[in-house]
């Protein structure tokens, strides 16, 4: 497993998702499953943005500045207050005009409100960063920017041949495919596999 996903995996455990899923109002199986299609969706927003020389130095510009990892290490407090966190602004970079496409496919998969949905993915996107941002300050690669690229890429290769043949995730990799060469779908098929795969396995 990549250290990006094991960090992933270590903070989303089950207390966690049960926090987030109360949060939303829906229990831990709903907020499950609507986890479960959200994580790969950003992981693969973000590297689809991460492939341009701007979009890496973009981001790895947001890390240095603003996500040094320490969310992860006060997550019950963050919940508790994720809507006036950054998770908003994290996504209007990352997903752009596609994020009501994006809350309404994951709504109508997992019966959740798109509200909801939307909620959920202002709270994972600053645990995502954070995440990132810490693995870069273990690493020492803050300013690397093909060390970045290299991060978000490790997670997509690792586990390419993992993914299952999942149909709507194949729908949500076209929703997000800017520029229509179907790499997206690639992306959010294959980051994040293992976490599909196993983390949120009941």
């Given amino acids: 497993m990549s250290e990006l996903n094991g960090l992933l995996q270590s903070v989303l455990n089950e207390d966690t998702i049960a926090q987030i899923g109360g949060q939303l109002g829906v229990d831990a199986n709903q907020?499950?499953?609507?986890?479960?299609?959200?994580?790969?969706?950003?992981?693969?927003?973000?590297s689809?943005?991460?492939?341009?020389?701007?979009?890496?130095?973009?981001l790895s510009n947001?890390?240095?500045?603003?996500?040094d990892g320490s969310?992860?290490?006060?997550?019950?407090?963050?919940?508790?207050?994720?809507?006036?966190?950054p998770g908003?602004?994290?996504?209007?970079?990352?997903?752009?005009?596609?994020?009501?496409?994006?809350?309404?496919?994951i709504g109508q998969h997992t019966g959740m409100n798109p509200q909801a949905v939307g909620q959920l993915l202002i709270t994972l996107a600053p645990i995502i960063m954070g995440a990132l941002g810490r693995q870069q300050r273990q690493q020492n690669t803050g300013g690397n920017l093909g060390n970045l690229i290299q991060i978000l890429g490790g997670a997509q290769q690792q586990h390419q041949q993992q993914q299952s043949n999942n149909p709507f995730m194949q729908i949500?990799?076209?929703?997000?495919?800017?520029?229509?060469?179907?790499?997206?779908q690639d992306d959010a098929m294959n980051m994040g596999?293992?976490?599909?795969?196993?983390?949120?396995k009941k």
């Fill in 31 to 46: 907020a499950t499953q609507a986890i479960n299609l959200a994580l790969p969706t950003l992981l693969g927003a973000l």
């Fill in 48 to 58: 689809k943005n991460a492939q341009s020389e701007q979009g890496a130095e973009s």
């Fill in 62 to 67: 947001a890390l240095n500045k603003d996500h």
């Fill in 71 to 85: 969310i992860l290490d006060m997550l019950p407090q963050f919940l508790g207050n994720a809507s006036q966190g």
């Fill in 88 to 105: 908003a602004a994290i996504l209007g970079h990352i997903l752009g005009g596609k994020q009501q496409q994006v809350q309404q496919q």
């Fill in 172 to 184: 949500l990799g076209r929703v997000l495919d800017k520029d229509g060469d179907g790499s997206m």
């Fill in 193 to 200: 596999a293992k976490i599909l795969g196993n983390l949120f």
